[in-house]
């Protein structure tokens, strides 16, 4: 069983910044690839950047030159630094990582962006 712990979300004004954080545990030894996803209310889950074993990362337009997402393979957790924030990006974000036979979300962490 593999459990994922999100932290990090919460209330930020627009312009701000957030770092969100998700540590892997239980019987898991080598993760392929680490992602954040985000569902606001009333839209469909999407993915905002993720990033695989070798370290080579992909983003959402919209994340792009505002979030920046990183690794620690030593403690398989996987960090989402979010900069610039705006009303748009006020949604649950969600852990998911995933490789061959499996694929493990976790329980989500609000962020919420409002002045």
């Known amino acids: 069983q593999v459990q994922l712990v999100e932290s990090g979300g919460g209330l930020v004004q627009p312009g701000g910044s957030l770092r969100l954080s998700c540590a892997a545990s239980g019987s898991i030894s080598s993760i392929n690839t680490m992602g954040w996803y985000r569902q606001a209310p009333g839209k469909q889950r999407e993915l905002v950047a993720a990033?695989?074993?070798?370290?080579?990362?992909n983003y959402a337009d919209s994340a792009k030159g505002r979030f920046t997402i990183s690794r620690d393979n030593a403690k398989n957790t996987v960090y989402l630094q979010m900069n610039s924030l705006k009303p748009e990006d006020t949604a649950v974000y969600y852990c998911?990582?995933?490789?061959?036979?499996?694929?493990?979300w976790g329980q989500g962490t609000q962020v919420t962006v409002s002045s």
């Open positions: 990033i695989n074993s070798g370290g080579r990362t």
């Open positions: 998911n990582i995933w490789g061959s036979g499996y694929d493990y």
